[in-house]
């Protein structure tokens, strides 16, 4: 049995391949600990890219790939979105100590990422006048009954042509008065789609809805006007991210 070390040799040899010999490892092909990865892309393709689409689009949630998003996105509250989650929808926690799996290193790789832009920068003529993307705090709460007659003009002027004439559903766009919709969607992001769009899907942002850009206010009070549609309280809008 004089030849069994030098052919378990050439066993491992022939399996690894020459240039991974024990001693010579090649730092690519070493085994990362999930908490270990450090690169954007494969952390967003990883934890991401199932809901909010593969590169930021085509996703079931919010277009996170659109460079007006990147461009009007706080990165602070990008960052503590992450990190929290949003209650009563299905972003999850994504901080470890909120029981999610991400490191806080990794929660700020994610944070600058999606800042630096999934698909590039916003011209600086579509930024000009955008409503703040994060709804100012005081905004939330009971809606008044005028701030909702203005909502409901303003989804006249400026969504009904698509979503139909009673909000559910119409020439391009479904209806946005489901329960199951409403229940499941902060008033964050009914904002976000209606200043960022869903170019992916056909729906323009803030300044294509109508034949004039939407001004901030009326952002606001058509997300109202929306939101006072949900079924009961304690739903998706108490996981809003304005405090
Ligand atoms: C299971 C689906 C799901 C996964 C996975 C997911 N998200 Fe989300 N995300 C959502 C939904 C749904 C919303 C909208 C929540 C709401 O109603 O406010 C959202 C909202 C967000 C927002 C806020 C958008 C805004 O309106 O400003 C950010 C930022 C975000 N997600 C980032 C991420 C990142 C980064 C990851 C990966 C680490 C991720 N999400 C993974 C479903 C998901
Ligand atoms: C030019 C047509 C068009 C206009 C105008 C339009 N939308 Fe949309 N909207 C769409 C389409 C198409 C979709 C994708 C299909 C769907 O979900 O109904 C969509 C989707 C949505 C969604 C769901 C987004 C998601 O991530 O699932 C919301 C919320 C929404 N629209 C709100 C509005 C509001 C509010 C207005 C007015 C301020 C508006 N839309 C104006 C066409 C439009």
Redesign the pocket.
Known sequence: MKEKPLLLAFVLVAALGCDSLPGRPDPADRYQRPSEVEDFALLYATHCSGCHGADGRNG????LGDPLYAALADPVEVRRVIAEGVAGTPMPVFAQTGGGTLTEKQLNILAEGLKAGLNGSESASRLRGAPPLTAKAGVRGQASTAQLARGEQ??AT??A???GAEGT?G??????LEPA?LGL?SDQ??RT??IV??ED????GWQ???ERP?TAAE?SD??AW?GSHRSSAGDAASGVSIK
């Not at 079931?60 to 277009?63: E, I, R």
């Not at 899907?201 to 323009?204: D, S």
């Open positions: 079931p949630a919010t277009n303003a989804y400026y969504c042509r698509c979503h559903g020439a391009s766009g479904g209806s946005l919709f969607v992001a009914l789609t209606v769009g869903r899907l056909g729906m323009p294509g809805a109508g939407m952002v058509v997300v929306l």
